[in-house]
């Protein structure tokens, strides 16, 4: 592949800044490449957790850390007009400093939900970057699309600001989003659950974008959202995974069934075979949810998780696959000491 590999985290922002702060500080002496801010919508409400700003979080680590880059994984064109985006990634670009945002655009199914399911999603993706874009690098513009309309001008050479070009991700599970990504997007930003059949479905599908315009497919990063756990004991190492696997299959089958099926056939999961999972997680929340998720189901997601040589193992089969970006779902007791253990015993076996 002609992009780096680089592994990084997904960073729910459904937990109290201070911890997010603190996990940050953590990746960036460990020596993770990225952390992504995944922002929580009102499901997690319901699930005892509350929602926060992925773009508001994103300038604080900004100045609490020093080297990882900070990615918005991801924020949808929903919920924020591009030009206030664009203004938020100027803030983070400033707080971060050069080379350090990563800016990740999704329709989410979940959301779509909850303000009144808007049309044209792909439309607006494509429209947020197309104004995104140009505003960032300085340019005027003069836009009219179906979905938005924005008028800006140019940047004045006197003007102070970052004049870094900032990568922009597309998020997407289905084909036309994933093509989409290939033909106008630095990346590709997949959902949880993802297994390495589906990082293969994924790279066609941006291949074919790409081909669209005349690049290469593998000059597009692939960021895989994978579910991870780990422990010098495996089943204590699979154990945060078994969590954040429960959750994340009852979201499939609770908000986005339909976008959801080809992750869950690549998984060789059924939806019979998940409910379960779904009707603990309304009964009794993520813990319940996590006592549903049999061996059988867990080994179907492909984990990160177990000893640090299972790790190692998952991450190559991942990487032969088509991912260049690992971002670990990783959850479960102490993650910070996770978080250490995963640096000091699987990331320096897995860089180029």
């Given at each position: ?12 922002t459904?937990e ?26 009102p499901w ?22 020093e ?5 918005w994984g ?5 919920t ?8 938020e ?7 971060a ?22 049309a ?24 009219e699309?179906?979905?938005?309309t924005?008028r ?12 870094s ?8 599970t ?25 990082v ?8 074919a ?18 579910v991870?756990s ?16 429960g ?11 339909g976008s ?11 939806f ?7 009707e603990a ?8 949810a996590?006592?549903?998720v049999?061996?059988s189901?867990l080994d179907?997601?492909r ?10 193992a ?17 959850w479960?007791?102490?993650r ?5 253990l ?11």
């Amino acid at each position: 592949m002609s992009v780096p590999f680089r592994v990084g985290v997904m960073q729910l922002t459904m937990e109290p800044l201070a911890d997010i702060v603190h996990h940050a500080g953590v990746m960036d002496r460990a020596g993770f490449d990225t952390i992504w801010l995944a922002e929580a919508y009102p499901w997690w409400r319901k699930h005892e957790y509350e929602a926060r700003s992925a773009t508001a979080i994103s300038a604080v680590l900004g100045r609490e850390t020093e080297r990882i880059s900070i990615g918005w994984g991801i924020i949808s064109p929903y919920t924020r007009h591009p030009i206030q985006v664009a203004m938020e990634a100027r803030v983070t670009q400033e707080a971060a400093g050069e080379g350090r945002l990563y800016l990740g655009f999704g329709a989410s199914k979940i959301l779509m939900h909850e303000v009144g399911d808007p049309a044209l999603p792909l439309t607006a993706v494509r429209e947020s970057i197309e104004i995104v874009r140009p505003i960032l690098a300085g340019e005027g513009l003069d836009y009219e699309g179906k979905v938005f309309t924005a008028r800006v001008p140019p940047m004045s050479p006197n003007a102070e600001a970052p004049r870094s070009r900032v990568p922009i991700y597309i998020a997407g599970t289905g084909p036309k989003m994933q093509q989409l990504a290939g033909e106008i997007a630095d990346g590709l930003l997949t959902a949880s659950i993802t297994t390495p059949g589906f990082v293969r479905y994924a790279r066609r599908n941006v291949a074919a974008g790409a081909d669209r315009v005349g690049r290469s497919g593998e000059d597009v990063d692939v960021g895989c959202t994978i579910v991870a756990s780990i422990d010098n004991d495996r089943d204590r190492g699979r154990d945060g995974a078994r969590e954040i696997a429960g959750m994340y299959l009852a979201n499939k089958v609770q908000n986005i069934r339909g976008s959801a099926d080809v992750l869950l056939d690549e998984a060789g999961l059924t939806f019979d075979e998940i409910a379960p999972i779904a009707e603990a997680m309304e009964r009794g929340g993520r813990l319940a949810a996590k006592e549903k998720v049999t061996d059988s189901i867990l080994d179907k997601c492909r984990p990160i998780a177990g000893t640090p040589a299972d790790c190692i193992a998952a991450i190559n089969e991942y990487r032969e696959a088509g991912c260049t970006h690992i971002m670990l779902e990783l959850w479960g007791a102490d993650r910070a000491s996770q978080l250490e253990l995963f640096g000091r015993e699987v990331l320096p076996h897995v860089r180029d």
